[in-house]
């Protein structure tokens, strides 16, 4: 069909502008205005559906509009062109009626193409018309944007409209892929590295692509669907091969993660443990002789247990903190001893010391006017006691209070047998011995557990190593992706591997930062994420391992950006997710939602503008998605591309149906499974 381009334009009109305000036009349709598939344009052209576009002409270009609802209204009377037959008696008329949303502004640059842009500054008036877009229009609408060198799929509006992202957005702010199982979001997230990755390579030719991704699988899927690629390094526990087996050293965790795996508590354990890291990481195993040294270690370490208490809060906390922090602060005195090879100025310090203790004992125990005695400290008096102990400190010898500070958290290697003896060492310095007893057990049971030392108790694996394995080589020559299969990971431990993972690559990206000033981009690619981010209450005392692993990735999200690390959170529990680490998305891939709670969540991190199109997540199809936010210009339904079934992670539901049938055959060997169940575990325990 042709036609002259007046009429061609005429044929795209569907109606006209009702009512207007700055976030919804209402239009009427014309009564000719197609139902369904419209013919009249020459091209078949779907109309009108819902997140459907049309355009509506203003001076400036045509104002873009997404269709948010349509609706019929019974109109007392048909809309007529021409006057003049008001004689006639009118009967109610149906009257289709639509409102859309005014996303942006499409102009027409020579050679009709387009350019859109979003955001609207004149608005149509009522009665302008309303046009149907045609196939470019369509394309330039969908397609804007600049940098989109990854196609990541293609809109149901318009098939031949290719939705393609600038990785440096979709990466470099974090995205959020949210949605219930089963509806696509590890397919995405799969896809997302694949497409990127094959991107990529398309422009460098035959090398690859220097790039990395790390993945954390805590449901093993993703060995599947990256098992014919080459580039993949990948990890586990339990692997024959001992360079594949997962490893997490011991040494590698801060104070922090100690303190959370050993449950310490914040009195005196803490102090203990932290003292105990410094000195195992500075090689301090060999007796000491000299009575001055010996005061020096001991002053360093009382001015870190003093800081820690202060961190707790214990000196002004509540009942009976302060009392506890007044008995240590005692017992601490107790080993101020001046010894005769000190030198006059070094014997004024232990003095000064004593005396400054011996006056606050004074002044909590001589009040007969009051009850009970009042034990708190206030802030200044910590810090008056800490400049005393750092005058010491340095008298002493000390140098510099801010190495020895460092030292808790330096991964410099030691065995966990080392640690053990330094804890009770430093715990029989601190006097703390009867109140960490508790705490050693439980050490020394976890260390002692195989599955433990298979993957952390390596004094002899170099760092270096370990970063070229887990973050992935120069110009990466050893692969661009690396799987972190944390599925076999025993329970009590999997949330301090996590943080340390991915702690040491975020500090490994900020280090390399500093040395190069130039950041290294990795994305961090979390899957279930609401098990490893999960949203907590603030407990200053006790910080639990999943706590402490969620700060971890709270810290990633604030920051990470400015190192190059981007995060991939995939979860299908959005509400249980941190709310830090999901406002710190920019971009969020959402699936299909059903849940009540997990849409609201979802509704309150989206603009006011754009929440009409979540109406939809209930009812998505598996492998549909809204993309929205900083990666894409307009929030957009993607039709995610296809991907084959050995590129897909393997999350296959069980099919009950094909075995019930006798269609698939599902042979038994109990006893196959029992010796390797049972055997594996005394082969390893041999094997130790
Ligand atoms: N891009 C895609 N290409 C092909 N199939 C897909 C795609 N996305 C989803 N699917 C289908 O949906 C199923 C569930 O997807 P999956 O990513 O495992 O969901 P989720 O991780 O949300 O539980 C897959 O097994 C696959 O059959
Ligand atoms: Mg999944």
């Known amino acids: 069909m042709s036609c002259s381009p007046l009429e061609f334009q005429e044929s795209l009109e569907v109606g006209q502008v009702d009512f207007v305000s700055p976030d919804e036009i209402k239009i009427q349709l014309n009564i000719d205005a197609p139902e369904d598939v419209s013919l009249s344009t020459g091209l078949p052209r779907v109309f009108p559906r819902i997140n459907g576009y049309v355009l509506i002409h203003t001076e400036d270009g045509y104002v873009v509009g997404q269709i948010e609802w349509i609706t019929i209204e019974k109109s007392p009377y048909p809309k ?29 640059k020579e050679s009709s193409t387009y350019s859109f842009q979003r955001g609207v500054s004149s608005f149509p008036s009522v009665g302008d018309n309303v046009l149907l877009p045609t196939e470019k ?3 330039a609408i969908i397609e804007s944007g600049e940098n989109r060198f990854v196609e990541i799929g293609s809109s149901p509006f318009a098939e031949s409209a290719k939705i393609a992202v600038d990785p440096d957005k979709l990466f470099g702010r974090h995205l959020a892929v ?3 199982t089963g509806s696509g979001k590890s397919c995405s997230v799969a896809g997302l590295i694949r497409w990127s990755l094959e991107a990529a390579k398309k ?3 035959s090398e690859n692509p ?12 993703y060995k599947k669907a990256f098992a014919e690629d080459h580039n993949v390094r990948y990890f586990s526990v339990n692997e024959t091969e001992v360079e594949n087996r997962l490893k997490v050293p011991l040494w590698f965790w801060n104070s922090n993660e100690w303190c959370a795996f050993a449950q310490a508590s914040g009195k005196s354990q803490k102090p203990t443990l932290i003292n105990t890291l410094r000195s195992v990481r500075s090689g301090i195993d060999a007796p000491i002789v000299d009575e001055k040294i010996e005061m020096r270690r001991y002053i360093s370490t009382i001015i870190t247990a003093l800081k820690c208490e202060k961190n707790c809060g214990s000196p002004w906390g509540s009942f009976p903190k302060p009392k506890n922090f007044h008995d240590l602060l005692l017992k601490w005195n107790e080993s101020f001893v001046v010894k005769e090879t000190f030198s006059e100025s070094q014997k004024k310090c232990i003095a000064e010391i004593n005396s400054w203790v011996e006056r606050k004992r004074e002044e909590r125990t001589s009040r007969p006017e009051c009850r009970y005695p009042i034990f708190a400290y206030s802030h200044k008096d910590i810090d008056d006691i800490l400049t005393i102990l750092q005058n010491a400190y340095i008298e002493f010898g000390g140098v510099d209070l801010d190495v020895g500070e460092l030292d808790a958290d330096i991964p410099r290697p030691f065995s966990g047998e080392s640690f053990l003896k330094c804890l009770s060492a430093n715990a029989e310095i601190l006097k703390t011995s009867e109140y960490i007893s508790v705490m050693e057990t439980r050490i020394k049971t976890l260390l002692s557990d195989v599955r ?3 993957i952390a108790d390596y004094d002899n694996l170099r760092l270096d190593d370990w970063l070229n394995n887990y973050i992935g080589g120069d110009s990466a ?17 999997i949330h301090i591997l996590t943080a340390v993972i991915a702690r040491m690559t975020f500090e490994a990206l900020q280090r390399y930062r500093k040395k190069n000033e130039k950041c290294l981009p990795t994305v961090l690619v979390m899957e279930e994420a609401h098990t490893f981010v999960k949203r907590y209450t603030e407990d200053a005392e006790n910080q639990s391992a999943s706590e402490m692993c969620c700060k971890v990735f709270e810290k990633i999200a604030r920051e990470g950006r400015k190192f190059g690390l981007g995060m991939v959170l995939s979860s299908q529990r959005p509400s249980e997710l941190s709310p830090t680490v999901l406002s710190q998305c920019n971009t969020f891939l959402l699936h299909r939602i059903s849940n009540d709670r997990d849409q609201e969540l979802v509704m309150r991190l989206i603009p006011d503008n754009q929440k009409g199109l979540l109406r939809d997540l209930p009812s998505l199809p598996s492998q549909n998605a809204i993309l929205l936010g900083w990666a894409s210009e307009l929030p957009m339904f993607v039709k995610m591309r296809y991907l084959p079934k050995n590129q897909r992670p393997q999350s296959d539901d069980p099919d009950f149906w094909n075995v019930w049938t006798r269609k698939d055959g599902r042979p038994i060997d109990w006893t196959a499974v029992a010796n390797e169940w049972q055997g594996a575990k005394t082969g390893l325990v041999e094997r130790s």
């Open 80 to 108: 007529r062109q021409g006057l003049g037959d008001f004689g006639l008696v009118d009967l109610p008329f149906p009257m289709r009626k639509m409102s859309v949303k005014p996303l942006g502004v499409l102009r027409e």
């Open 137 to 139: 229009q369509l394309k």
């Open 178 to 180: 949210l949605g219930n």
């Open 203 to 205: 422009n460098v030719g």
């Open 210 to 221: 220097n790039a990395r991704f790390i993945i954390l699988d805590p449901n093993g899927e």
């Open 452 to 454: 433990m030392k298979s």
């Open 477 to 493: 020559s050893n692969g661009t992706i690396t799987i972190i299969d944390l599925s076999l990971v025993p329970a009590e431990l």
